[in-house]
């Protein structure tokens, strides 16, 4: 099982970055998947989270800003992340979790300048 992130960049405060994780090694549609990130310094946190069937759910600090989607045919799943602000600056992971253990990508970088 392998998650592969990528799509993380520098962007200005207000802008706008899209993220994206490919799954291989799993039946992708059947598997809920989420989006952590680790702020520099800090520990990491759940971000938002997607459901086999679709449904979603958010952070409170990312309510509004960022939306998490997948694509089943493609195999991947996406954050879509708005309006960014400095303090969204971090690491960010995909995850799933497979015979009940955390898989997770490698990380992408997302940097917002203020």
């Known amino acids: 099982v392998q998650l592969q992130a990528s799509g993380g960049g520098l962007v200005q405060a207000g802008g706008s970055l899209r993220l994206s994780c490919k799954a291989t090694g799993i039946n992708f549609r059947l598997y809920s998947m989420s989006w952590y990130r680790q702020p520099p310094g800090k520990q990491r946190e759940w971000v938002a989270g997607?459901?086999?069937?679709?449904?979603?759910n958010y952070v409170d600090a990312v309510k509004g800003r960022f939306t998490v989607s997948r694509d089943n045919v493609r195999r991947q799943v996406y954050l879509q992340m708005d309006r960014l602000k400095p303090e969204d600056t971090a690491v960010y992971y995909c995850?799933?979790?497979?015979?009940?253990?955390?898989?997770w990508g490698q990380g992408t970088q997302v940097t917002v300048s203020s």
């Open positions: 997607i459901t086999s069937g679709g449904n979603t």
């Open positions: 995850n799933t979790q497979h015979s009940g253990a955390d898989v």
